[in-house]
């Protein structure tokens, strides 16, 4: 069960919007690792899988790439890299960092094939249709302020609801070093839509 959401928001637009999810997080969580154990022969698995995470795999793969198209490539790459998976352990191993986890590094590799000359964001959604081209073009320029790993961290933790540990783990640091740049990050993100800080 989803609840309502927290806004962080800049005058009369969105930001950010953070969702609490209610669910048990262990019972989903298993649930996550038989799904990909699973996937690579049943297609209804990989299915439950997509819908799941794709907008959460799209999010952080534009974060990275800055691409709309880029990022819709990686969703799909990093799906089909499911299908292909084998040393996977469900009862160890953490199925929603695991996705996330394949999702950067596709990113991370797809950017390097196709770098740009320019870092510019332009109008894109980061996973919720119901956004307007105000609020996208709006999140796309406060997001131009933060560095790269800034603005990963903050895609995963709000928009995919990742935790700092799950985080850290898929970007190889130490947790302190994730919430230290993640709370920089909301700083810098708050400074610039005109928010006073707490």
Request: hydrophobic share 35%; charged share 30%.
């Amino acid at each position: 069960m989803i609840a309502e959401p927290n806004i962080l928001s800049g005058g009369e637009r969105v930001i950010i919007k953070l969702y609490e999810n209610t669910a048990s997080s262990a019972d989903n969580e298993v649930n996550i690792n038989d799904l990909i154990v699973q996937c690579s022969s049943s297609k209804k698995c990989l299915s439950i899988l997509y819908e799941m995470f794709r907008k959460s795999v799209f999010s952080l793969a534009f974060s990275i790439t800055s691409d709309y198209h880029l990022s819709e490539d990686c969703v799909i790459e990093t799906f089909v890299r499911l299908t292909q998976v084998k040393g996977f352990d469900p009862s160890k191993g953490d199925g929603k960092g695991y996705i996330h986890t394949i999702a950067r590094n596709v990113a991370l590799e797809m950017r390097r094939r196709h770098r740009r000359d320019q870092e510019d964001y332009y109008i894109q959604s980061y996973g919720d249709a119901d956004k307007t081209a105000e609020d996208s073009v709006f999140i796309s320029q406060l997001l131009m302020y933060l560095n790269d790993k800034q603005r990963q961290i903050v895609v995963m933790k709000c928009c995919s609801e990742l935790t700092f540990k799950e985080i850290a783990k898929i970007m190889k640091c130490p947790e302190s070093t994730v919430k230290s740049r993640y709370k920089k990050a909301l700083s810098i993100l708050k400074e610039k839509a005109g928010v006073e800080n707490e």
